[in-house]
């Protein structure tokens, strides 16, 4: 579970802070490690940075000081178009809203990235994409629109696009934000499944001390700082 | 690009009566494009043809382009020397070694030539006078460089030559005379020569002027009626290649020095109007794809305003700015696309309705329809301009579109 001695970790955040042109500070002077087959808790307070630093952490944004090591790369040497590409095959995101595409189907909306990456060709992309819906329970919802499904469904069908590139890091912005606690209960399920069996990082922010205390690690951020980094049953 | 097309079809779906209307703006402007460029362009070839057909493509004159330099000028070549009302020495000598340049041109591949001496003279018959000109002409080469045997409606050219002091003139001053095929006529030069005349033929162009105004006589019985024995005064040209009448007489007049005019040249006035004509037809079909090129903005701008969360999650997920703006390019292009399409069948359905027009007047071209010229390349022409418009009406919504931060729009969706 953990790397050996002369591996890079999956994710480093080398002493981070991000500060608005205005002025404003979203978060200051992290310096965070992430492990293959982490499962990571950031919690905090309502504006505290939590959404601030997964975006850095994603390589959405950029730190202005400090930098971001992405399996031992510093990302701040690349441009943006090998951010995308880093993101489009490394990464997945969740977040509170689905972002799905209204117009496309559930099956469209997972090929979305599998055709983007271009690797897999028509069938495969496709056998591909209903692999990961069926390991989600969501065969079924394959041909429907985005509005035809429930909340969690949608919110399962936006994870199963996010795996759709078989990413080694799921970062997911408050999830279960949108959802009641037994939709919630299965997102974490899945997140749980992504971990142990498949040994990918999965990096979480969440409100919910509950569904926190299921990872493995939390990250409690107060005014965009790091005040505690441990296990999360503590 | 399967994917952004996918994409594209997908997004504009959504606003599929929009997008309708601003694939019909276009298709209008394309259409209406295609079927006015098929009028005007049916009726300026008609119009050339004809003078092509009547009139000879390059004339050479007994002139000079310029007044031959005076002595006086030529001697102080820096002074202040200004001649004015210098007045001819002696009356215009007609082509110098016209037979030599006449041979000269005949020699040349594609170009058959004609001596010609056109001359005034009063034709008279019974108490009525006619003012006309006579165009003394060799009838074998002339036949060669006009098209006067196609309208001669009596008699035939080469009759000209079977008959003492035959005349050629038009149905129009035959009447003006009241004279008929056969009848004997009296002509009389301005230096005071008269020959007794026989019509041996008729002709109708259908130009007012050559019909009134108009007859020919053999070269050698204009030379007697004029008094200018062995004179011509123009050589005309016929080419096989028109569109080499322009240069070939630049080239002739730089060669032999005369005056040198091809059609193109005679019609000036007649062809500008053509130009202005032209640049008024495209600035208004041009104004109409304009303002559909506005509809095709707008509606990529409504859609990018629209998709901000896709293009948000679309970046995300790590397409590159190149592709979110390829993806409302496309669109664009799309649109454009399918109205130049339509625009393409509706111009072709506009230039059949107007073929199907009747005036119900015999117009003096004989027809009583819109002369339409049907060319591929002027669909291909609106076509292309029609998906050019559209693309770049589709770059800066797009554009705006790439730029878009993903972060932003992320954090104020949650
Ligand atoms: N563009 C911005 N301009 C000004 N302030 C901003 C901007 N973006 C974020 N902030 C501020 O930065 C701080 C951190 O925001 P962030 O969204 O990271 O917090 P958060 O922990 O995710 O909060 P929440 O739990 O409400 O989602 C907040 O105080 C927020 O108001
Ligand atoms: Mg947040």
Same mark, same amino acid.
């Given at each position: ?30 310096? $965070? &490690?992430? *492990? @293959?087959?982490? +499962? #990571? ?9 939590? !959404? /601030? =630093? ?31 590409? $880093? &993101?489009? *095959? @490394?990464?997945? +995101? #969740? ?9 496309? !189907? /559930? =099956? ?127 | ?414």
């Amino acid at each position: 579970m953990s790397d050996g001695p002369a591996d890079p970790p999956l994710l480093a955040a080398e002493r981070v802070t991000r500060t608005l042109p205005e002025g404003v500070t979203l978060v200051a002077d992290i310096s $965070l &490690r992430f *492990a @293959r087959g982490e +499962f #990571v808790a950031i919690t905090g307070p309502s504006g505290s940075g939590k !959404s /601030s =630093l997964l975006y850095l952490l994603g390589l959405l944004d950029r730190p202005t000081e400090g930098r971001i090591l992405l399996e031992g790369r510093d990302t701040a040497e690349l441009d943006a178009e090998e951010l995308a590409a $880093l &993101r489009l *095959a @490394r990464l997945g +995101f #969740v977040f509170q809203f689905h972002f799905l595409l209204p117009e496309f !189907s /559930s =099956l469209d909306n997972v090929l979305i990235p599998i055709r983007r990456l271009g690797r897999l060709d028509a069938a495969a992309a496709r056998a591909q994409a209903m692999r990961l819906l069926g390991t989600l329970g969501l065969d079924a919802a394959a041909t429907k629109l985005p509005e035809q499904l429930s909340g969690g469904m949608r919110q399962r069908v936006a994870i199963a696009r996010a795996l759709a590139n078989d990413p080694a890091l799921i970062l997911a912005d408050e999830p279960t934000g949108n959802l009641d606690t037994k939709n919630a209960a299965a997102v974490f399920d899945i997140f749980e499944r992504l971990v142990r069996e498949e040994g990918r990082t999965v990096i979480v922010v969440t409100h919910d001390p509950d569904l926190a205390r299921r990872c493995s690690r939390r990250v409690h951020l107060v005014d965009g700082r790091v005040v505690s980094d441990g296990p999360a049953s503590g | 690009m399967r994917l952004l097309l996918d994409l594209a079809r997908g997004m504009l779906a959504r606003r599929r009566r929009q997008t309708l209307v601003s694939v019909f703006g276009v298709a209008l402007g394309v259409a209406f494009f295609i079927a006015i460029a098929a009028l005007m362009r049916g009726f300026q070839t008609y119009f050339i043809s004809q003078i092509i057909d009547v009139a000879p493509h390059i004339t050479i004159k007994d002139e000079m382009r310029d007044p031959p330099p005076q002595a006086a000028a030529l001697a102080h070549p820096e002074g202040a020397v200004a001649i004015a009302g210098v007045r001819p020495q002696d009356r215009v000598r007609g082509i110098r070694a016209a037979g030599d340049k006449l041979a000269m041109l005949e020699a040349m591949e594609g170009v058959a030539a004609a001596p010609v001496l056109t001359g005034q003279a009063l034709l008279r018959y019974g108490s009525r006078d006619v003012s006309v000109t006579i165009v003394g002409i060799d009838p074998v080469r002339h036949a060669r460089v006009s098209n006067i045997q196609k309208d001669m409606t009596h008699g035939r050219i080469e009759d000209l030559r079977a008959t003492a002091n035959g005349l050629i003139i038009g149905e129009a001053l035959a009447q003006r005379l009241g004279v008929g095929l056969g009848d004997t006529i009296a002509a009389v030069s301005p230096r005071g020569v008269t020959l007794s005349m026989k019509v041996v033929g008729l002709f109708r162009t259908g130009i007012q002027t050559l019909d009134q105004q108009q007859g020919y006589a053999l070269l050698k019985v204009n030379q007697v009626l004029q008094d200018r024995s062995n004179v011509v005064n123009q050589i005309q040209l016929r080419l096989r290649d028109v569109t080499r009448a322009e240069p070939l007489a630049r080239e002739i007049e730089a060669r032999f020095g005369d005056r040198t005019e091809s059609w193109e040249e005679q019609n000036k006035n007649f062809l500008t109007v053509f130009v202005i004509q032209n640049a008024v037809m495209y600035s208004v079909t041009g104004a109409i794809l304009l303002v559909a090129a506005f509809g095709i903005y707008n509606i990529i701008s409504t859609v990018v305003y629209e998709k901000t969360r896709d293009i948000a999650i679309l970046k995300s997920l790590g397409f590159t700015e190149r592709d979110i703006q390829m993806l409302f390019l496309v669109q664009g292009i799309v649109a454009g696309l399918l109205g130049a399409v339509l625009g393409c069948v509706l111009g072709a359905v506009m230039i059949e309705g107007l073929a199907q027009v009747r005036f119900g007047v015999e117009a003096p071209s004989g027809s009583d329809r819109f002369i339409l010229a049907r060319d591929w390349r002027v669909y291909l022409l609106a076509s292309g301009f029609a998906v050019l418009a559209a693309g770049i009406a589709a770059v800066i919504p797009a554009r705006r579109a790439s730029r878009l931060d993903p972060v932003q729009v992320v954090r104020g969706a949650a």
